[in-house]
């Protein structure tokens, strides 16, 4: 049996190449990034004008003068005009080009308009207010967004103004989640008194999916020829494969010995922590097999703890922890890390605060909804205190 940290280092040591494509920008949502994306000219391209109000030259303001005569007025969207006459001014809208010979521009709010002319009211302390300048934000061939990034709306909206209507994106893996049990049916069947619905495959689905992985479900019986007939097709199809149940010791626990006999190298089977000690992990080519125990609170747990940074690694994705401080004091006489569920709130500091959910064990399913997160107590603690802090790994 392993540590924690152990399971840790072989599973990011086994983190994959994921391939690419292009999408439509209109598809990229939520995808990886897999180029940087330079800027096609300077942002902004030009000198543009931030405020409405007039564009004059300083300098007749610092000699005094306050009335300045309309030559025209510029919209947003026009070509770049000229001024004509030092002593005047032109009316420009915000996202103008700046006026050729004009150096600051006074807002609407600071003046007064009357029979085209132009009255300061406010003096403005220097040169240049109001003026995005050309260049500021980026220079021409910039990197704008590199690649690994996890693409948002404001990265769209970056693509978008220099022009890339296609954007060069990692492939998104392909999972299958796989619950075995013979207990286990349909969520549309009613159970009979010794059945249960499938919701481990639920739950798991939907954190990959939150996850950007596109991922099926599939329930097979406790029969060792057909998990292993399974295994064989999932793995020429699919690139990771996650199972729920069946890697106990008991008699119908097939699922280490199917995949072993399927090629699958096992790296390592039971972690010394709870819950989620039956955790078994390998590997075929580069495809990953996560067997996760089946119990609903152990199988969700390793896939926060484990997969998730794995899937991270894999698509170039850096996270930084998370940590928070214990409300309360927590035991541990088990001699195993310690995952506790607890219910998280932030103080008016920014502190992170844990409050630990006590559950009826790793098959209380109900008891995730009362909580946000599962704390880390290493090992080798027995009392954890209040106050401390630990690494949490979000759900919520």
Partial sequence: MITVDQAEEIILSNKIALSTEKVAIENALGRILAEDLYTDRDFPPFDRVSMDGIAVVYAQIATGQTDFKIEQTVAAGKPQVVLNDTTHCIEVMTGAMLPIGTDTVIRYEDISIIDKIATIQIIPPKIGLNIHTKGIDRKKDE????????????????????GKTQILVQKQLKAIVISTGEEIIPISEMPLPHQIRTSNSYALQACLKNWGVEADTVLLPDSQTIIEQKIAQYLSTYDVLILSGGVSAGKFDFVPKALENQGVSKLFHKVSQRPGKPFWFGMKDSKAVFALPGNPVSTFMC????????????????????????????EVKFGLTFFSQVKLTQTGTGTLKAKPIIGNGSGDLASLVDADAFIELPLGKETFRRGEQYRVWLYR
Wanted: hydrophobic letters at 45%; charged letters at 25%; aromatic letters at 8%.
């Fill in 143 to 162: 990197i704008l967004l590199a690649k690994g990034k996890k693409i948002s709306p404001a990265e769209i909206g970056v693509a978008a103004t220099i």
């Fill in 303 to 330: 896939l926060h703890r484990y997969f998730k940074p794995w899937l991270d690694a894999s698509e170039g994705i850096k996270t930084e922890p998370v940590y928070a401080e214990l409300e309360q004091d927590i």
